[in-house]
């Protein structure tokens, strides 16, 4: 009999949807098995609130920003649905009841903020998002390219290296060396280059440490900063500019969903895989837990790459060496989502009022300085504890998307860091909440209506997001963005073209080039390798 599918995607995160979607758009029969009950993974919308089912929370990822707009063309994401709206400024209060505020669209109003606390980093700023939006323009583009096999001798792969080279052409020596050190360089040290107030570096170095277990002096963490600037759903600024989905996370989710299976598209919830079924070097198919068995002639994983080449591929079929590789790679995380339903905005000492204002609409920060941002990764890092003082991105997506709660009703939601990596092993519930309550109460010193405002919250660790994801050690990228897991390495060297040592395997994870936010680039980049490998077969 003849296979029944052309494709099989394992895992219906918004990776697994937007290749499914592809596919089907490409007139190929494709099924999506999902393990959970619902597809999204952490794109997702929940009401966790049994006494306020009225209450939704985009329950773990919290933000738009990365997603092409090819892809959202292609799929036709806005006519199911998809909705983004930008919102407002970065914003941080401090204890001496001053405030800074960073406007992505008013540049008057964000030189007077920042004039408080430095006429100098005022004036530096146009510089900084000049300079940053000058590396993007050439860095940018190649998020959208596959990666070269560096090292590699074949003819191919040599002209494949000189067409990534040729790329950056448009750097010259000074933007080589700019971009050399965005790679290598800690997000402080990058900042100590461009501005003099603590408070400045303080609230631009937000964007260099969300989802990594690396602290703003550790080398590295200066490129995740530039992955999000790369980004953008609108507004003209270089600042990054993020944006919140009308109805939350879970529908985006739901537009990749409806637009997959308007194509043609099949989705299966509820079918967990077991084992992906390979037979002389290629995969064959995939069998269920229930013992069923589907058989198509390309498989696309899109979960973590420890599970797909540790548990559902048998070893035997991989190189030692890349399953080294899989088994060394790094997925740590300690991060904690907060999701806190209020009856009111926050009154902020420094900027009072809790009637709907420009800093309530954007990021929310809580992070009083870099040694403040440094202390809350070493108590966990070094001292093996929840963070004393954590280090929280906040937003109140209520503030532009009313479908969330009742009106009146505010979510803050918080990404906050960090725990112990290890807690991802252990619950550790009662840890969490005790961490949660410190976030809560340090809210409340610059606001202090914060806390009396609460009506219910939801505390998810590290713990929860592998068990209830698949996110091996809690990790939102599927993998750390160090540089040593970046470009060609990710997730193995030879292996960053988003195909396997399996042929008719292919891995559109986060684990990916390109992986690390909200962007379904690994999904399409995994359909653009199967139907190229088909094409040279018909060939």
């Not at 999701?339 to 905005?345: D, G, P, Q, R």
């Not at 092993?425 to 840890?431: G, N």
């Not at 988003?498 to 379904?520: E, M």
Request: charged share 20%; with cysteine.
């Amino acid at each position: 009999m003849a296979d029944p599918y052309d494709a099989i995607i394992v895992g219906g995160g918004h990776n697994g949807l937007v290749s499914a979607a592809y596919f089907a758009r490409s007139g190929a029969r494709v099924v999506v098995l999902e393990s959970r009950s619902r597809v999204g993974g952490a794109v997702d919308t929940s009401h966790p609130f049994p006494d306020h089912p009225d209450i939704g929370v985009s329950t773990y990822s919290y933000v738009m920003s990365l997603m092409p707009p090819f892809i959202i063309e292609d799929l036709r994401l806005r006519d199911h649905g998809y909705r983004v709206t930008p919102f407002g400024p970065y914003y941080q209060a401090f204890p001496d009841g001053r405030s800074i505020t960073i406007f992505g669209d008013d540049a008057r109003r964000t030189h007077r903020s920042v004039s408080r606390f430095s006429v100098k980093d005022a004036d530096m700023l146009p510089a900084w998002e000049a300079w940053l939006h000058g590396v993007t323009e050439v860095i940018g583009p190649l998020l959208h390219q596959v990666p070269p096999r560096l090292g590699s001798l074949s003819f191919g792969d040599l002209l494949q290296q000189a067409k990534a080279a040729w790329r950056m052409r448009g750097l010259g020596a000074k933007g080589v060396a700019d971009v050399t050190r965005l790679f290598s360089m800690s997000i402080s040290d990058l900042l100590d280059r461009w501005f003099e107030s603590e408070e400045m570096k303080t609230i631009m170095m937000v964007d260099g440490l969300i989802g990594q277990w690396a602290g703003p002096d550790e080398p590295g963490t200066a490129y995740v900063l530039l992955h999000h600037a790369i980004g953008g759903v609108g507004g003209e600024s270089h600042v990054v500019n993020w944006g919140f989905p009308q109805g939350g996370m879970g529908s985006v989710s739901a537009s990749i969903r409806a637009s997959a299976e308007s194509l043609g598209a099949e989705i299966r919830t509820d079918a967990a895989v077991d084992r992906i079924m390979t037979r002389d070097g290629r995969a064959m198919g995939v069998a269920l837990a229930n013992g069923e068995e589907i058989h198509a002639p390309i498989v696309v994983s899109c979960v973590h790459p420890q599970v797909a080449f540790l548990q559902l591929v048998d070893r035997a079929e991989l190189p030692a060496a890349f399953v080294s590789d899989i088994e060394a790679w790094k997925s740590r995380s300690g991060v904690v989502k907060i999701n806190v339903a209020m009856s009111e905005l926050p009154d902020f000492i420094a900027d009072p009022g809790k009637q709907l204002q420009d800093h309530h609409t954007g990021s929310v920060e809580l992070c009083l300085s870099r040694e403040y941002a440094e202390r809350a990764f070493q108590d966990a890092h070094v001292d093996h504890v929840g963070a004393v003082a954590p280090f929280v991105d906040g937003a109140i997506p209520t503030t532009i998307d009313d479908q969330l709660a009742p009106e009146g009703v505010h979510i803050f939601s918080m990404f906050s860091q960090w725990v112990p990596h290890e807690w991802s092993a252990e619950p550790h519930r009662d840890e969490l909440e005790a961490y949660a309550d410190r976030a809560i109460d340090l809210y409340t010193e610059l606001a202090p209506n914060f806390r009396a405002a609460v009506i219910d919250r939801q505390v998810i660790g590290p713990y929860d997001m592998e068990q209830d994801l698949g996110l091996i050690g809690g990790n939102i990228f599927h993998g750390e963005l160090t540089i040593d897991q970046l470009f060609h390495m990710r997730p193995s060297p030879g292996y960053a073209d988003y195909r396997t040592p399996i042929r008719g395997l292919y891995h559109g994870s986060s684990a990916t080039h390109a992986g690390g936010g909200v962007n379904g680039i690994p999904g399409w980049q995994a359909f653009r390798a199967a139907r190229a490998d088909r094409a040279k077969r018909k060939g």
